[in-house]
Nanobody, 126 residues
């Protein structure tokens, strides 16, 4: 089992930045694919990013490409989501998720990630 705890959310003006963290306990994160998802009010949870294990490359949904950057510090057992140029439509609860199996082409699918954090609220004002 791995436990995930997100932090770093908050209220920011449009154009601002936030850095989310996802700290893991119970197991080392290095073998895990780490995803970020978000859920806006009244909407389904959606994929944001996944970073491959052992410091591999990241994939992003189109709406955040060029603005968000996922990274990981395996020594600290933590992954990050740097969010720049935030927009009001980025307002959501952000979740990190972990998969110890390669999600393959289904990396954007929630059910591929058995482990989830509790979420952190990000609110972007216009």
């Amino acid at each position: 089992q791995v436990q995930l705890v997100e932090s770093g959310g908050g209220l920011v003006q449009a154009g601002g930045s936030l850095r989310l963290s996802c700290a893991a306990s119970g197991r080392t994160l290095s073998p895990f694919y780490m995803g970020w998802f978000r859920q806006a009010p009244g909407k389904d949870r959606e994929f944001v990013s996944v970073i491959r294990r052992n410091g591999g490359s990241a994939v992003y949904t189109d709406s955040v490409k060029g603005r968000f950057t996922a990274s990981r510090d395996n020594a600290k057992n933590t992954v990050f989501l740097q969010m720049n140029s935030l927009k009001p439509e980025d307002t959501a609860v952000y979740y990190c998720a972990a998969s110890d199996e390669p999600p393959g082409t289904f990396y954007s699918t929630e059910r591929k990630y058995p482990y989830w954090g509790q979420g952190t609220q990000v609110t972007v004002s216009s």
